[in-house]
């Protein structure tokens, strides 16, 4: 069965600083998607990496994706409060029919 | 903007009851599938369907769930008999054909069995 392993898990950062989430796959994919999740929220999509080298950047996250290494990165610049969430990375099942997801890196930055 | 809605948003039963959660998908989508949350883990696949049956489930999709698209808009999950350890956030979730495959989640309905 697929893998998806995210770390940290856990990430505590200062406003300002910048951090990087990685989300390894056990095998090979083209697509791999980026969720965020507020407590006792729903899953809100965030990036979809459609290809080798895509890059995807929306204010203070840059996402991107290498399929060769089955990795993808979520990087944050210059932290702020208001991006403390829980984030999920989610590869396509082989067929399409579902989402493996990663553990989740619940991210917390203190003002 | 078009979303998937969930209700009830809290359900509460009692241990070997049945219960029925309900979504409506996005209106033009044509791929369904419900995941679960168990409390401070990861979200998991339970199945997906497409053109009125099912394409894939998962081992947690025992012959205790059932899913069914009653109507044009309704996509449901029953569980026949339920136990504590289906307590979990259940997610409705669908996508439209294409290549980017987006999955559109609603809020959930969170599940208490007791």
């Known amino acids: 069965e697929l893998k998806v392993e995210q770390n940290p898990l856990f990430l505590s950062m200062q406003e300002g600083k910048n951090y990087t989430i990685y989300c390894n796959y056990s095998t090979t994919s083209d697509r791999l998607y980026w969720y965020r999740q507020d407590p006792g929220k729903s899953l809100e999509s965030l990036f979809v990496l459609l290809s080798n080298g895509a890059v995807k950047q929306e204010g203070r996250l840059m996402a991107s994706l290498d399929t060769k290494a089955r990795l993808s990165t979520l990087h944050i610049t210059a932290a702020v409060h208001d991006l403390s969430a829980t984030y999920f990375c989610?590869?396509?099942?082989?067929?399409?029919?579902?989402?493996?997801f990663g553990s989740g890196t619940k991210l917390n930055v203190k003002p | 903007e078009p979303e998937v809605t969930q209700t009830p948003s809290h359900q509460v039963t009692q241990m070997g009851q049945e219960v029925i959660l309900r979504c409506v998908p996005i209106s033009n989508h044509l791929y369904f599938y419900w995941y679960r949350q168990i409390l401070g883990q990861k979200v998991e696949f339970l199945v997906s369907f497409y053109n009125n049956e099912i394409s894939e489930k998962s081992e947690i999709f025992d012959d205790q769930f059932s899913v069914e698209r009653p109507d044009g808009s309704n996509f449901t999950l029953k569980i026949r008999s339920t136990k504590l350890e289906d307590s979990a956030m259940y997610f409705c979730?669908?996508?439209?054909?294409?290549?980017?495959?987006?999955?559109?989640f609603g809020a959930g309905t969170r599940l208490s069995v007791l």
């Open positions: 979730a669908s996508s439209e054909e294409g290549e980017k495959n987006i999955q559109y």
């Open positions: 989610a590869v396509d099942g082989y067929n399409f029919n579902k989402f493996y």
